[in-house]
Nanobody, 125 residues
Framework: VQLQAFGGGLVQAGGSLRLTCIAS????????MGWFRQGPKTAREFVAA????????YYGDSVKGRFTISRENDKNTMYLQMNNLKPEDTAVYYC???????????????????WGQGTLVTVSS
């Protein structure tokens, strides 16, 4: 499974960005996916995850109410809409997918087997 994330950039505090992740290769549209991030001085952090159907979504406490995860299975694509961005959201954002046979939705790093290259989001104050 190959994952490509893009859509990062520089934005002012209070602004919005939408990240996109496209899956290809040995992919199964029926597997969950997730977003993680790693700031300049922090460990990798869970951001959001979505079930294969899109009916179940999960968020890290720091992004609840501001970020929205979604997916379009017919396009093998996942999104992360980020609103009301804060300087502390500055990080490299990674999309991830577990093994295609996994049916539950992991909310921890160890639950994912495939990772995109990351896209940098910088929020200025």
């Amino acid at each position: 499974v190959q994952l490509q994330a893009f859509g990062g950039g520089l934005v002012q505090a209070g602004g919005s960005l939408r990240l996109t992740c496209i899956a290809s290769g040995r992919t199964n549209r029926r597997h969950p996916m997730g977003w993680f991030r790693q700031g300049p001085k922090t460990a990798r952090e869970f951001v959001a995850a979505i079930s294969w159907s899109g009916d179940e979504t999960y968020y890290g406490d720091s992004v609840k109410g501001r970020f929205t995860i979604s997916r379009e299975n017919d396009k093998n694509t996942m999104y992360l809409q980020m609103n009301n961005l804060k300087p502390e959201d500055t990080a490299v954002y990674y999309c991830a997918a577990p093994d295609p046979l996994v049916v539950t939705t992991p909310t921890y790093e160890e639950g994912y087997d495939y990772w995109g290259q990351g896209t940098l989001v910088t929020v200025s104050s």
